[in-house]
């Protein structure tokens, strides 16, 4: 609509706001996060990055000293045989922390996601940079580590770089279905602790990371099979040790992806559905 | 059809959630530069229908143009011209008072450079420049306001849209704030405001609309709808509690019209101090007599036959 005639002098110019691309928008959701992070990403580091390298310490050196390198290990020594698979665990602890609390409060403590819902971008932007932002902490988180893992003598060859991207995936696999449960939560996110006591933990405990699948009992092996921590970790460990087989390698692949996949879109309608209304 | 150059134009706009009925059919125009205000209690409908404006909440039905676009399918492009105050702040505490203006900035599209520079013109004229570089957390309720307000005008909106903008505030800093939207009207701003201070509504608005369970009981400016609704004065007559009603009868008979409150009884008449003098004379013996200019709260009670703030 154009404002019609001069005569009309208290018109205010037109406004300078715009809206833009996809890629554009998310990209701003991301500066946004930036602006506090890159005064922040001490604390941020030292929680995501000190708790994995204190397991590859105590359990890769520690405990590692009374396990003989052998058939389960696949050869390597115990600290070798771990550093892949706590990349991958780490990466989804990161992610539950990230995905539960900041989001929740985005909607109803900080209430952040309100002030953006009133500029161009639409709510499933805002969901796919708030997903987008998890991706890039993880991958920095885990450079992190992998630097501490080299320093520690844990890692055979610059495979493992790409054993970090499938940890990512692994990461988001989790973290984009949480994202879209904690954009349902109305209370004080009660549901987190059960989630990570009942979800998290046993899935750190028993989805391979400190032993294979195959050593537990057979009833409860499949239960290890549908999280995505067991697909990552099978994932990780192959890439870094070169064992991995093209079908499997498939159908892990698969199995995050469409976890990941399913994730984004259910939190790009759930983040619509509380922010329109 | 809109209205040639309304900016805001709606027509048994309605809003629904569930089977309650928030808006129950509002028709209304905003023209450019206009200061308009919805005034009505708390549940009247109006932060729903500014919700609806601001183009943050579909419509359930009825007819809606903003800008000139249907905030259904041009959601994006009208608020990229619009400015939001809501009702709460929302503010990203953990930054401070320039980075929560750039980043807002950025959202909207606009370079670095034009945030940078917008950030302190914002700063300036929401008088927070001294604080440029303080985290918001322990900032003043008047002062976050004043953020929020500046944060919500970094696009330079073509309306401004201010849901309750000084509840909670102090007197001084509503004063300040009313100053700032001032000036935001003297630069030719729309300015749309929801607020149940008649004062506050005194105030700023060229013109209102009165809303009370979800539909506009009345229009106009502030003084048509006191000349309409009312009459030129108002003499409060004060009596202890719970003996109002033992004169009321009196009261009828000296007044155009008597509106009876817990506490006090409200005569409407055109010369106070006459009625006054034949309250004295009629017998009446109130605790305190008070004789003042009507406002629009009058013509709430009016309306409705319930008071504003209640």
């Known amino acids: 609509m154009t404002t019609n005639d001069a005569a009309t002098t208290r018109t205010a110019p037109a406004a300078t706001g715009r809206s833009g691309s996809l890629f554009a928008e998310v990209g701003r959701v991301l500066e946004g996060h930036w602006v506090w992070y890159r005064l922040n990403w001490r604390a941020t580091v ?24 052998g058939e389960f290990t696949q050869g390597h020594d115990y ?31 900080q209430r952040n996601y309100l002030a953006v819902a009133a500029t161009p971008i639409s709510p499933a ?21 992998l630097l501490i893992a080299a320093l520690l003598g844990a890692l055979l060859n610059p495979m493992v770089l790409v054993s970090l991207l499938a940890a990512v995936l692994t990461g988001m696999a989790f ?26 933990m046993p899935m750190v405990l028993f989805a391979g990371t400190f032993y294979p699948v195959s050593q537990l009992p057979e009833v409860v092996q499949p ?54 209304v | 059809m809109a209205t040639a150059g309304s900016l805001i134009h709606a027509r048994g706009l309605v809003k629904r959630f569930g089977s309650f009925e928030a808006v129950r059919g509002v028709d209304v125009d905003i023209a450019p530069g206009e200061s308009f205000g919805f005034l009505g209690p708390n549940g009247a409908g109006k932060s729903s229908t500014m919700r609806m404006v601001s183009c943050l909440s579909p419509r359930s039905g009825g007819e809606l143009r903003v800008l000139g676009m249907d905030p259904d399918t041009d959601g994006p492009r009208i608020r990229a011209r619009l400015g939001v105050v809501p009702q709460q702040d929302n503010l990203d505490v953990e930054l401070t008072v320039r980075e929560n203006l750039q980043v807002y900035g950025r959202y909207f599209g606009l370079s670095r450079a034009a ?14 420049t001294d604080r440029a570089d303080a985290k918001v957390e322990p900032l003043s309720g008047g002062m976050k306001r004043r953020l929020t307000i500046a944060r919500a005008l970094v696009n330079d909106p073509e309306v401004l849209l201010l ?108 010369n ?15 605790v305190s007599g008070l004789v003042r200019r009507s406002t629009l709260e009058d013509v709430f009670l009016r309306l409705t036959g319930r008071s504003l703030v209640d």
């Not at chain 1, 973290?175 to 979800?199: D, H, I, K, M, W």
């Not at chain 2, 509840?167 to 607020?195: M, N, S, Y």
Request: net charge negative; glycine share 8%.
């Open chain 2, 272 to 286: 106070g101090d006459a009625a006054l003098a034949a309250a004295h004379e009629a017998g009446l013996r109130p």
């Open chain 1, 46 to 69: 030292i929680s995501s990055v000190l708790m994995p390298a204190l397991y590859l310490i105590a359990m890769g050196i520690g405990m590692g000293s009374l396990v003989e390198p």
């Open chain 1, 223 to 276: 239960v290890a099979w549908i999280t995505p921590l067991w697909h990552g970790t099978e994932l990780a460990r192959g890439l870094a040790f070169g064992t991995l087989e093209a079908l499997p390698a498939l159908l892990h692949l698969s199995y995050l992806l469409a976890l990941a996949g399913v994730g984004t879109v259910l939190a790009c309608r759930h983040f619509h559905k509380r922010l329109v």
């Open chain 2, 163 to 270: 849901d309750e903008p000084t509840t909670g505030l102090d007197p001084q800093a509503r004063h300040v704030l009313w100053d700032r939207l001032f000036r935001l009207k003297q630069q030719g701003v729309t300015l749309i405001v929801t607020t149940h201070y008649m004062d506050e509504a005194e105030q700023l608005c060229d013109r209102l609309v009165v809303m009370d369970g979800g539909r506009i009981a009345a229009e106009g400016s502030p003084s048509e709808l006191i000349r309409r609704y009312s009459t030129r004065e108002v003499l409060e007559l004060r009596f202890p509690f719970g003996r109002v009603a033992d004169h009321t009868e009196v009261a009828a008979r000296l007044a155009e019209r008597v509106e009876v409150l817990p506490d006090r009884l409200l005569l409407y008449t055109d």
């Open chain 1, 175 to 200: 973290a984009a279905p949480v994202v879209a449960y904690s954009a349902t939560v109305q209370g004080e996110g009660a549901g987190f602790n059960a989630l990570f006591r009942f979800v998290v």
């Open chain 1, 79 to 109: 600290l070798v045989y771990l550093a892949p698979a706590v990349l991958v665990v780490s990466l989804v602890q990161t992610a539950a922390g990230e995905s539960t609390y900041p989001v929740l409060s985005g909607f109803k403590w």
């Open chain 2, 115 to 128: 945030v940078r520079e917008r950030a302190g013109e914002l700063m300036e004229f929401a008088q927070l």
């Open chain 1, 125 to 145: 932007r805002l969901a796919l940079g708030e997903l987008t932002w998890i991706a890039l902490r993880l991958l920095f988180s885990g450079l992190v580590y």
